[in-house]
């Protein structure tokens, strides 16, 4: 299978949850729990941490060499074309699947069909599953070519550009080639990310009920945990 490059974008320096990728969920941290069910999708032959400079991130940085993990420090805090750019510069291959630091049941089954929609298109810029939103929020992902980030990065100066380079990625489907994945059932009204204070007693309860060493549970398993406990429409 073709070569597949990780990264997960992830900084400590949030201002509504600050550290909350090093947060502890059973026993582990959050970011410990997105490596792990990123590592089990097929063909993901590198997992990069790409932070920024801010001494805050130290900690997670601390992880992911602990983890064996590649990790990028980009200078500027919204540079994301540069930071995805810079992450994947000594990885060989040209498929980048990107994930968001705050997303802990990030499905290895979800992103396995994002990245076999990309791998079987084998020209397309982007793949996700957020052109038309039908899973939760918090189970999102975008396959990227290596060929695309790097216009972006060398083209794009002005700043909001530049933070959101995925999204003008996406919504140029004349320049480049942009595929939606979509799931089965519109699950879209339901957030699962950790974006709100709240959102933390949240997810400590799923993963307490859920999480057992060595195993993940998925997009099926939490949505039977948070039906049968009334806990669905949290928020």
């Not at 602990?66 to 498929?95: F, M, S, T, V, W």
Request: proline content about 5%; some cysteine.
């Amino acid at each position: 299978m073709t070569n597949i490059i990780c990264v997960i974008q992830a900084r400590m320096g949030s201002s509504r949850v600050p550290g909350k990728a090093m947060l502890d969920l059973a026993g582990k941290p959050l970011l410990w729990h997105m490596i792990d069910r990123v590592r089990r999708v097929e063909g993901v032959t590198d997992v990069v941490l790409a932070t920024t400079q801010d001494p805050r991130n130290q900690p997670m940085i601390e992880l992911a060499a602990q983890e064996g993990l590649k990790y990028h420090c980009q200078p500027g805090e919204d540079d994301i074309a540069g930071r995805i750019a810079g992450a994947i510069k000594n990885c060989p291959g040209d498929i980048v699947l990107k994930v968001g630091g705050d997303c802990p049941l990030i499905d290895p089954e979800v992103l396995q069909k994002i990245v076999n929609t990309a791998v079987a298109a084998g020209d397309a810029d982007f793949v996700s599953n957020r052109l038309d939103w039908s899973y939760p929020l918090g189970l999102s992902a975008d396959v990227l070519s290596r060929k695309a980030i790097e216009w972006c990065d060398e083209n794009f100066t002005d700043a909001e550009d530049r933070e959101l380079f995925a999204v003008r990625i996406r919504d140029n489907p004349d320049r480049f080639k942009v595929i939606g994945v979509v799931n089965d059932v519109d699950l879209s009204r339901h957030g699962w990310t950790v974006d709100e204070p709240k959102d933390v007693g949240f997810m400590r309860d799923i993963f307490d009920h859920l999480y057992r060493k060595g195993e993940v549970f998925g997009m099926a398993e939490t949505l039977a945990y948070l039906t049968a406990s009334g806990k669905l429409d949290h928020g």
